[in-house]
Every structure is written in C-alpha cells, then in structure tokens.
C-alpha cells in the first residue's frame, strides 16, 4: 500500500436524536428494506430518572440491559468498526424504562445474503 491511497473508505453515517418519554420498546430506526443492514457506531444516552435500556434488533438483544443513574450519561464514541449490528431488514429498537435522550451515529448497508 502506497501512502497517497487511502487507509480506509470514509464512513458516511447518519445521526438520530432520541427523545422517549416514559417507559416503552420504540423503534429508533425503521427497518431499512430488504439485504439491509443498520450498524450502529456511536450512542450516547441519559436520563433524569434512575433507569434501565437495551437496544434490540427486532426482538433479539444487541446490548445487555444496561442500568443508568439519573444524569449521568452512558454510552460509545464513535469509532471506525460498528458497535453492534442489526439483522436484516430489522429496526433498531430501544427499550427503557424511564424518559430517556440522547442520540446516535448509524450507517445502513447492503449485504450480499
């Protein structure tokens, strides 16, 4: 590898704001369509209440149930490689038991399969 080409392709993200009150499984983003994929690389989430949150794929767990203290806020920056991956043509869901905000960096993909 030469040093004029690049290291990498340049990831070309979108961002989410997430706004939920109360308690619910919403879907922060649609299903993309069909051999689509939504990888997420960047979460940031708090709350003004003790809590707990989970992202899914449809129905399947992409993150343990994660416990969060009133304003202090968790979360992944952003980085080069997903932090998680959804299945194909599934939304990426978020559940939680308290008003949560925050948001979030996500690229949808084609997949061969």
Excluded at 2 to 26: C, F, H, M
Excluded at 52 to 69: I, V
Aim: hydrophobic share 35%.
């Amino acid at each position: 590898m030469s040093w004029d080409q690049p290291y990498r392709s340049e990831l070309k993200v979108t961002g989410v704001s997430i706004n939920q009150a109360g308690s619910t499984d919403v879907a922060v983003v649609a299903a993309p369509g069909a051999k689509k994929q939504i990888w997420v690389y960047h979460f940031h989430v708090s709350m003004d209440t003790d809590g707990t949150y989970q992202f899914k794929s449809a129905t399947t767990a992409l993150t343990g149930t994660n416990y969060l203290l009133a304003y202090i806020p968790d979360g992944h920056p952003m980085g080069t490689s997903p932090i998680f991956k959804c299945g194909t043509n599934e939304a990426l869901n978020l559940i939680h038991t308290q008003a949560i905000g925050g948001n979030l960096s996500y690229q949808v993909v084609e997949v061969t399969a």
